[in-house]
């Protein structure tokens, strides 16, 4: 056996080689890329929309409040853009806040309540949904009190939203209370 094989591996030798493998599969990844990668045409750039009534205004989808200018067309939402001259944002936008237009208009994104039953997702009503949760969360208080049940905020809160889940945690009488986006 040679003496490199009988040599053990140390976290600084495997770090080393991942970063090379990282390095390796990067340039590959960069030269596809550059060869795929073209001008755009006249025909591209031109608007998509030309008759869309631009609107500026703030993403609601975190607390840091970005400067978007939206693009209407009858009512709908079509496409957005970052507000170059926005004093938070400052031209720039989260991941979180590029990505939205493509959540509210995605097929995967939930519309309508859903029960599972028989081990499939079947729709239900909003009132029989509502009720079946008040009802839950009603005997999980009377059983366990109101500390046995957590509320949990999201980052995609906006701070109207947390407020909301935070006055709702009060009356339900627990301080048990928490959010993941710590940004």
């Not at 939930?110 to 028989?118: A, D, F, I, M, S």
């Not at 729709?123 to 969360?137: F, N, P």
């Not at 009603?138 to 939203?161: H, T, W, Y």
């Amino acid at each position: 056996m040679s003496e490199a094989i009988k040599r053990r591996q140390t976290r600084r030798s495997f770090l080393k080689m991942t970063a090379l493998g990282s390095l390796a599969g990067a340039s590959v990844a960069l030269g596809e890329t550059q060869k795929t990668m073209r001008p755009a045409t006249a025909q591209e750039l031109k608007e998509r929309y030309p008759n869309s009534q631009k609107i500026k205004t703030i993403c609601t989808h975190c607390s840091v409040g970005c400067g978007i200018v939206a693009e209407v067309v009858d009512g709908v939402w079509v496409r957005q853009e970052v507000a170059q001259d926005h004093p938070v944002s400052q031209g720039g936008h989260c991941c979180k806040g590029a990505d939205l237009i493509d959540r509210a208009r995605s097929e995967t994104r939930l519309r309508y309540p859903l029960e599972k039953v028989g081990g499939k997702w079947a729709r239900v009503k909003y009132d029989e949904a509502m009720d079946k949760i008040a009802t839950k969360l009603k005997q999980i208080r009377e059983e366990s009190g109101p500390d046995a049940v957590m509320f949990l905020g999201s980052a995609k809160c906006s701070n109207e939203q947390s407020y909301y889940i935070r006055k709702f945690a009060a009356f339900f009488g627990t301080n048990n209370i928490d959010h993941c986006a710590r940004v």
